[in-house]
């Protein structure tokens, strides 16, 4: 059971590169997020899709943009790497239904950026 | 906006200690809450859940009861081990806002042998 899968899970970039971070799921999940956590902080909200061809944005959207061409696949770009954006990265999803449902989380995507 | 607050760590135990970490919430609405930890190098795993008040929610040996009167959700644990190390969020999901989930910002734990 591959649940959510996260590539890559370490990368180093220079300030002004960009980079995708790649996310699959393969349970059918409608919902996806991503999620940054920084040191000693909870995780905040960056973009999420309640379905593929919709997304929209959470707490910390600047410099992000994600897509959704399909239901299991969600990736987050990073345009122009700021030294802020330096933390661990995590895609999570669930499913709708009778209420809320629980998130299944990938392992997350360390990112440095010097 | 809804909102959880968690108590302050790092909490360090001896093996066999209660564990209590508190946890409260501010939301609209009639949210589900949970419990997520994280081991070390891991991502997030539910621990247990809890969708309306005076639920309680099991797991492992930890359980929290959903407090609708004091909007409460103490994660609690008569015996700790070394194993239960890590960090724990809690989270709340607001159904009328659709599955945007808020959390904590976590409690680290260390278990001492």
């Known amino acids: 059971n591959a649940g959510v899968t996260q590539t890559p899970k370490f990368r180093i970039l220079k300030i002004g590169q960009s980079m995708t971070l790649q996310c699959a799921q393969d349970?059918?999940?409608?919902?996806m997020y991503w999620y940054r956590q920084d040191p000693g902080m909870g995780l905040k909200l960056i973009y999420y899709s309640v379905g593929a061809g919709i997304t929209d944005k959470g707490e910390v959207p600047n410099g992000y943009n994600v897509s959704r061409s399909t239901t299991e696949d969600f990736p987050l770009r990073l345009e122009l790497a700021a030294p802020s954006q330096t933390s661990v990265y995590f895609c999570?999803?669930?499913?709708?239904?009778?209420?809320?449902?629980?998130?299944?989380f990938g392992e997350g995507s360390r990112l440095t950026v010097l | 906006g809804n909102s959880v607050t968690q108590m302050e760590g790092p909490v360090t135990l001896s093996e066999e200690a209660f564990l209590t970490i508190n946890c409260t919430y501010t939301?609209?609405?009639?949210?589900?809450l949970f419990w997520y930890v994280q081991y070390p190098g891991e991502g997030l795993q539910l621990l247990l859940k809890a969708t309306k008040a005076d639920d309680k929610g099991s797991n492992k040996g930890f359980e929290a009861t959903y407090r609708k009167e004091t909007t409460s959700f103490h994660l609690e644990k008569g015996s700790v081990q070394v194993s239960d190390s890590a960090v724990y969020f809690c989270?709340?999901?607001?159904?009328?806002?659709?599955?945007?989930?808020?959390f904590g910002p976590g409690t680290r734990l260390s278990v001492l042998p």
């Open positions: 939301a609209t609405g009639y949210p589900s």
């Open positions: 989270a709340l999901s607001d159904r009328d806002y659709g599955q945007n989930f808020v």
């Open positions: 349970m059918n999940h409608n919902y």
């Open positions: 999570a999803s669930s499913s709708s239904g009778t209420g809320p449902g629980e998130l299944f």
